[in-house]
């Protein structure tokens, strides 16, 4: 049916469409409300009540409940634009109409139908997230955030306020977004990546203004102003949630569920350690992950993706030109808190792919002090559409116990820059801004309960519904306790504390109470204020509760409010406590301790707990300024020093005093070690702890040698432990495992000069690739003019990875890449093995003979018109395939960056998906790379102050450092303090130049094999 589909569209197109006026495409047709509750398949029996349409709600993006069951509706009816003519890529959007809307929608008989709805406030830009707050709202409407009040209680806002300003009006699936009621009583959003410059009443008056937001989340109080504004670890695209414990989800297109588990306060406390990414992805697949849809792959993208992709926009990611298949638009992430489902759905996240028209979930598993999840719907989703017109965006927790599901009802959902202009000009992306639906999802069996008027409630009574089973009851409860300010609330939320049996209703108690208490000082501790001290005992008294997640706020209130508790409740849950998210709260906060303390309870929690790398985090986050102490403390612990479950944490220590570059620290460290006992001198965790200061010394632009040249001893240690691994790493009769184990270890010696040479030895086509690779990375920055000769001449003897490997090397540094040069102008290293984007750096060398010699070599080679080569190999596809064949190719050329089924490496895009493109699509694919390089997989070189040059993907990226990928899974970390220059090189990470690689049956073979699998 695709096939006649696609041949039908074509045939009525103007090919090319370059030279013709682009035709309107067969337009799909919206289905009517009660027409389009046929379309749907749901799991388990489960199924969809409408209770709003058009025309009492249109384009609904975000909701919230208010205490009385009244629903304020976020409607974004400038999605994606309200002029085309001015959309223009990487361009903001100032211009634009704020015609977005909140809608009021009530249900006046209680039926669970809405019956009436009225335009609570008009006018908006971009509007995507709303929490409810006394008789008004606050809202997200790019690029402002407002305060909207309906002071006379008539359903329409006649105070407007922008509390702040700022967000950046430029990719309208990147806003900020999701607006979302916390425990604490903040209310946190989603930052999206646009970032901006951001003033207004919303920040403290301290804050340096325009405060400049990246790729953050952010929270702000309801009360104000000043709104004490913040920024928060984050950004992601849409979507923002919460368990019953806080614990606080996003997503992004392909990334379903990331948990941010690291605060960014604790993320920039150590100038000297790199945390890595706050987020964790959670969901086991990645940024691939397979969906089933049961609507049909729209017409224009089946067309885009049989166009082989050459005539749409380069910038456009590869994953939407792909009709089906897997996760291209990951949004509204949930994670299920309601009571009217079954039990087990308590644990599960459900998100949207709006472009497939499904809902997908995952089932949450912790592990340590965050989680794993996995699909549960095998070979199926959760919910889907027949009907291309729905667009689930969203969900958000009602009254009755269910999700609603807000469908946007659009004929198309996708980004206009995302499009080729072609296609893009045949569509009308506004088609259906008249249209929006609102579903219930219920069970099967379902009664609904009659919907509760909780601002008539008293105090007594909003206390008593912290200990609901519905999240909404409990949420709302808690909001309204916090807004009323009661003085009787604090002696009845202390009862909660110590008598509830729901853990979840203690737990709102805690910070409801701690929200109506004043942060204070440690100077004034000594005499607390009566609400200080009723929250101090109540810390207390939650650090010995059963439930783990208790013992983790206890914590953190206890250290936001500099309690007199803190450093009891420090101590006591290192001490005694085996839960690791409890473990991992309590290491973040160790800074706040006395540093004899902090040594003594690192060393404990060492001892006591595996070496979580979360627990490892927190504690180094702890740590500025105390390494070398921790260090030490560590190291006179025989247990520790001797574990090898321990040693990451004691090679991070190690490092992180070696960057720190401390002549005292460095020399008590080397008393210390000399003296150790021998067999601990003579050991392998030894020798890595020396490799590893070394390492960190040099980010510093120093050695180990130089640090310690005044000191005998320690210079005799360090020849003493290099010359062991020189032994080991030369000795050809050991495995290469523990040869290359051992050429790491030779980077502290302090003959530099022996070291190049062996080095060099370690390096020559007779090694193992192993040990190649690891001497190579030595290598890099102690080239000389001889020595990069030599390299250059080993190249051609090496397999297709280490001369990729060596070429690397090479260029990064001066005399390497001289040194490149002229082994390609005497031929023994053929110019079609230098890499796009690496020809790009020496055709701009800033040095200028290597320049000038470059343009010589590479200026006229580069490889021929990518249109051309696809052309000329099209008859390929006729040869008939040798499965075997392709088998061998794959792993030759391709597995070093691609995994298919148990062959290869993930580094490059998955090809879970394949099985959707067609032969020839991959022809182009392989032939030519750049004509289409999704985001995710551009290349970047990153160029240090000592020189070094760094290419690869951006695999992560912190406020501290930055993580490139290359081919094999390599990955090179670079402090952001060390990196003089970083750009995109706006290539693929995939070589041009196949063709110089295979035979045309061996193309033909290596595509058969791609898209079956065997």
């Known amino acids: 049916m695709l096939t006649l589909l696609l041949f039908t569209l074509t045939a009525i197109l103007p090919q090319p469409p370059e030279t013709s006026t682009p035709s309107p495409l067969p337009a799909s047709q919206p289905l009517e409300p009660d027409q389009a509750l046929q379309s749907f398949r749901l799991q388990q029996n489960f199924s969809l009540q409408l209770v709003a349409s058009e025309p009492l709600v249109t384009d609904p993006v975000a909701a919230a409940f208010d205490e009385d069951g009244r629903l304020f509706v976020v409607e974004m009816n400038d999605y994606p634009y309200t002029d085309k003519s001015t959309d223009q890529p990487n361009r903001e959007r100032t211009t634009d109409l704020p015609i977005g809307k909140i809608r009021l929608l009530v249900d006046d008989n209680d039926d669970g139908v809405f019956d009436r709805s009225t335009i609570f406030a008009r006018d908006l830009s971009w509007p995507t997230g709303i929490v409810v707050w006394?008789?008004?709202?606050?809202?997200?409407?790019?690029?402002?955030?407002?305060?909207?009040?309906?002071?006379?209680?008539?359903?329409?806002?006649?105070?407007?306020?922008?509390?702040?300003?700022?967000?950046?009006?430029?990719?309208?699936?990147?806003?900020?977004?999701?607006?979302?009621?916390?425990?604490?009583?903040?209310?946190?959003?989603?930052?999206?990546?646009?970032?901006?410059?951001?003033?207004?009443?919303?920040?403290?008056?301290?804050?340096?203004?325009?405060?400049?937001?990246?790729?953050?989340?952010?929270?702000?109080?309801?009360?104000?102003?000043?709104?004490h504004f913040q920024l928060l670890s984050g950004g992601a695209r849409f979507g923002n949630t919460a368990d019953d414990w806080g614990n606080r989800f996003i997503c992004n297109i392909r990334n379903p569920v990331q948990h941010v588990l690291l605060p960014l306060e604790h993320l920039s406390r150590n100038p000297h350690f790199n945390p890595g990414s706050p987020l964790h992805d959670v969901a086991a697949s990645g940024d691939q992950l397979p969906v089933f849809r049961t609507s049909p792959p729209e017409a224009w993208r089946i067309i885009n993706a049989a166009r082989l992709t050459g005539q749409g926009d380069p910038r456009m990611p590869r994953s939407e030109k792909n009709a089906a298949?897997?996760?291209?638009?990951?949004?509204?992430?949930?994670?299920?808190?309601?009571?009217?489902?079954?039990?087990?759905?308590?644990?599960?996240?459900?998100?949207?792919d709006v472009a497939a028209n499904l809902v997908h979930r995952q089932q949450l598993t912790p592990a340590g002090p965050t989680f794993s999840s996995r699909r549960i719907d095998q070979n199926c989703e959760f919910l889907t559409s027949t009907d291309n017109w729905f667009r689930p965006v969203n969900f958000i927790h009602a009254p009755d116990g269910t999700l609603y599901l807000l469908d946007m009802y659009r004929e198309t959902i996708e980004h206009p820059w995302s499009m080729p202009?072609?296609?893009?000009?045949?569509?009308?992306?506004?088609?259906?801004?008249?249209?929006?639906?609102?579903?219930?999802?219920?069970?099967?069996?379902?009664?609904?309960?009659?919907?509760?008027?909780?601002?008539?409630?008293?105090?007594?009574?909003?206390?008593?519904?912290?200990?609901?089973?519905?999240?909404?009851?409990?949420d709302s409860a808690a909001r309204l306790l916090f807004q009323q300010q009661d003085p009787d609330t604090p002696a009845l939320l202390h009862q909660v504390l110590r008598q509830s049996p729901v853990p979840q209703a203690r737990l709102q108690a805690l910070h409801t109470l701690a929200a109506a208490t004043p942060a204070t000082r440690a100077e004034t501790r000594q005499d607390p204020p009566p609400l200080t001290k009723q929250l101090n005992d109540a810390v207390l008294h939650l650090l010995a509760d059963p439930h783990p997640h208790l013992r983790r706020h206890?914590?953190?209130?206890?250290?936001?409010?500099?309690?007199?508790?803190?450093?009891?409740?420090?101590a006591r849950s290192i001490r005694e406590d085996s839960d690791p998210a409890v473990l991992f709260e309590a290491a973040l906060h160790l800074h706040r301790l006395n540093i004899p303390l902090q040594e003594n309870l690192l060393t404990n929690l060492l001892a006591r707990t595996p070496a979580d790398p979360w627990i490892r985090t927190a504690a180094l986050c702890s740590a500025q300024n105390h390494e070398c102490l921790l260090l030490l403390a560590s190291l006179r612990q025989p247990r520790l020093r001797s574990n090898p479950e321990h040693q990451p944490l004691l090679l991070l220590l190690a490092g992180v005093v070696g960057h720190r570059n401390q002549p005292a620290e460095l020399r008590t460290l080397a008393q210390e070690l000399n003296s150790l006992p021998e067999q601990d001198r003579n050991s392998q965790n030894f020798a890595e702890l020396l490799a590893a200061v070394d390492q960190g010394l040099r980010r510093s632009r120093s050695s180990l040698a130089v640090a310690w040249q005044d000191q005998p001893n320690a210079l005799a240690l360090i020849q003493y432990v290099t010359h062991s691994a020189s032994n080991t790493a030369l000795d050809n009769t050991l495995p290469p495992e523990q040869r290359t184990a051992a050429v790491r270890l030779l980077a502290p010696g302090p003959q530099q000069d022996l070291l190049l040479t062996q080095l060099l030895d370690l390096a020559t086509p007779a090694?193992?690739?192993?040990?190649?690779?690891?001497?190579?990375?030595?290598?890099?920055?102690?080239?000389?003019?001889?020595?990069?000769?030599?390299?250059?001449?080993?190249?051609?003897?090496?397999?297709?990875?280490?001369?990729?490997?060596i070429i690397e090397c090479l260029c990064s540094s001066d005399v390497g890449a001289q040194a490149l040069l002229d082994a390609i102008a005497?031929?023994?290293?053929?110019?079609?093995?230098?890499?796009?984007?690496?020809?790009?750096?020496?055709?701009?060398?800033?040095?200028?003979?290597?320049?000038?010699?470059?343009?010589?070599?590479?200026?006229?080679s580069r490889a021929?018109?990518?249109?051309?080569?696809?052309?000329?190999?099209?008859?390929?596809?006729?040869?008939?395939?040798?499965?075997?064949?392709?088998?061998?190719?794959?792993?030759?050329?391709?597995?070093?960056?691609?995994?298919?089924?148990?062959?290869?490496?993930?580094?490059?895009?998955?090809?879970?998906?394949?099985?959707?493109?067609?032969?020839?699509?991959?022809?182009?694919?392989?032939?030519?790379?750049?004509?289409?390089?999704?985001?995710?997989?551009?290349?970047?070189?990153?160029?240090?102050?000592?020189?070094?040059?760094?290419?690869?993907?951006?695999?992560?990226?912190?406020?501290?450092?930055?993580?490139?990928?290359?081919?094999?899974?390599?990955?090179?970390?670079?402090?952001?303090?060390?990196?003089?220059?970083?750009?995109?090189?706006?290539?693929?990470?995939?070589?041009?130049?196949?063709?110089?690689?295979?035979?045309?049956?061996?193309?033909?073979s290596l595509i058969h094999f791609i898209r079956t699998g065997n």
């Not at 298949?325 to 599960?348: I, M």
């Not at 690891?774 to 003897?797: E, F, G, I, K, V």
């Open 554 to 570: 206890a914590l953190r209130i206890a250290a936001e409010h500099s309690l007199a508790a803190l450093p009891d409740a420090v």
């Open 134 to 227: 006394k008789d008004g709202i606050f809202v997200a409407a790019t690029p402002d955030l407002w305060w909207l009040q309906d002071a006379d209680h008539d359903g329409i806002a006649e105070i407007r306020q922008p509390i702040l300003t700022g967000f950046r009006k430029l990719n309208v699936q990147a806003v900020a977004n999701n607006l979302l009621w916390t425990l604490d009583h903040h209310i946190c959003g989603a930052g999206g990546t646009n970032g901006g410059l951001l003033s207004g009443t919303a920040l403290d008056p301290h804050t340096p203004t325009p405060l400049t937001m990246s790729r953050h989340d952010f929270r702000f109080s309801p009360l104000g102003p000043p709104h």
């Open 826 to 860: 005497a031929g023994t290293i053929p110019a079609s093995r230098i890499t796009p984007i690496r020809r790009s750096l020496l055709l701009k060398h800033p040095q200028i003979p290597v320049r000038t010699q470059a343009e010589r070599l590479l200026g006229d």
């Open 421 to 474: 202009d072609d296609l893009k000009g045949m569509l009308d992306l506004e088609r259906g801004r008249d249209r929006g639906r609102i579903y219930r999802i219920t069970p099967p069996n379902f009664n609904r309960r009659p919907t509760p008027r909780l601002s008539q409630s008293p105090t007594t009574e909003l206390v008593r519904l912290l200990e609901h089973p519905n999240a909404w009851h409990r």
């Open 767 to 805: 090694q193992p690739d192993t040990v190649r690779l690891a001497a190579l990375q030595l290598l890099q920055t102690r080239l000389t003019p001889t020595a990069a000769a030599r390299l250059a001449a080993d190249c051609s003897r090496s397999t297709t990875s280490l001369q990729h490997e």
């Open 864 to 1004: 021929t018109p990518r249109s051309e080569v696809v052309a000329a190999w099209q008859d390929s596809l006729t040869l008939t395939p040798d499965t075997r064949q392709g088998r061998a190719v794959f792993q030759r050329e391709c597995s070093t960056c691609h995994r298919l089924g148990s062959l290869g490496t993930d580094v490059g895009p998955s090809l879970l998906t394949v099985r959707n493109r067609t032969p020839a699509e991959l022809l182009t694919h392989i032939l030519d790379p750049n004509r289409e390089v999704g985001p995710d997989f551009l290349q970047f070189v990153a160029v240090t102050h000592s020189g070094q040059s760094f290419t690869g993907m951006l695999a992560a990226e912190t406020s501290t450092t930055l993580t490139l990928r290359r081919s094999g899974n390599q990955q090179d970390t670079i402090s952001r303090s060390d990196i003089a220059e970083l750009q995109s090189a706006g290539i693929s990470l995939m070589p041009e130049g196949f063709e110089l690689k295979l035979s045309r049956q061996e193309l033909a």
């Open 325 to 352: 298949g897997y996760l291209t638009s990951a949004c509204g992430v949930t994670v299920y808190r309601g009571d009217a489902w079954p039990p087990e759905f308590r644990s599960q996240v459900f998100l949207s």
